[in-house]
C-alpha cells in the first residue's frame, strides 16, 4: 500500500507524527459521533475510518521497525494478565488467537 502511493521514503519518525495527526482525527469523530460541537467547516472522518488510519500508520511504523505485531500483541496481553490497575479486579486472562 506505501509503495503504491509512494510513501516508502517516509521514516518512523515521519509516521509517528502522522499517527498523532490521526489520533486527533479520530477523537474529533469521536466527539461528533457523540454529538458534541466540533470546529464550524471541520471535515470530521467516520470513527471507523479514523481508527483505521490509526492502525495503517501503526502497520507502518512495525514495518519499519520490524516487529511482528501478532506476537507483540500476543506477548504484550502475557504481560498484561500479571498486571493490576487500582481500582479494578484481578484481570481476566484474554484469549489471543
Known amino acids: 500500500m506505501e ?3 509512494g510513501f516508502t521514503d517516509r521514516t ?3 509516521q ?6 490521526e489520533a486527533g482525527e479520530l477523537a474529533r469523530a469521536v466527539r461528533k459521533n ?3 460541537r466540533t470546529l ?6 467516520s470513527v ?3 481508527l483505521v488510519d490509526l492502525l495503517i500508520f501503526a502497520c ?3 514495518n519499519r521497525l520490524d516487529i511482528d505485531l501478532t506476537d507483540a500483541i500476543r506477548a504484550k496481553e502475557t504481560l498484561n494478565e500479571t498486571r493490576t490497575w487500582p481500582g479494578t479486579h484481578q484481570p481476566t486472562p ?3 488467537p
Open 34 to 36: 457523540n454529538g458534541q
Open 3 to 5: 509503495t503504491e502511493r
Open 48 to 50: 471507523d475510518e479514523e
Open 12 to 14: 518512523v519518525h515521519d
Open 16 to 21: 509517528t507524527w502522522r499517527l498523532m495527526e
Open 60 to 62: 507502518s511504523i512495525a
Open 94 to 96: 484474554v484469549a489471543v
Open 40 to 45: 464550524t467547516g471541520e471535515l470530521v472522518g
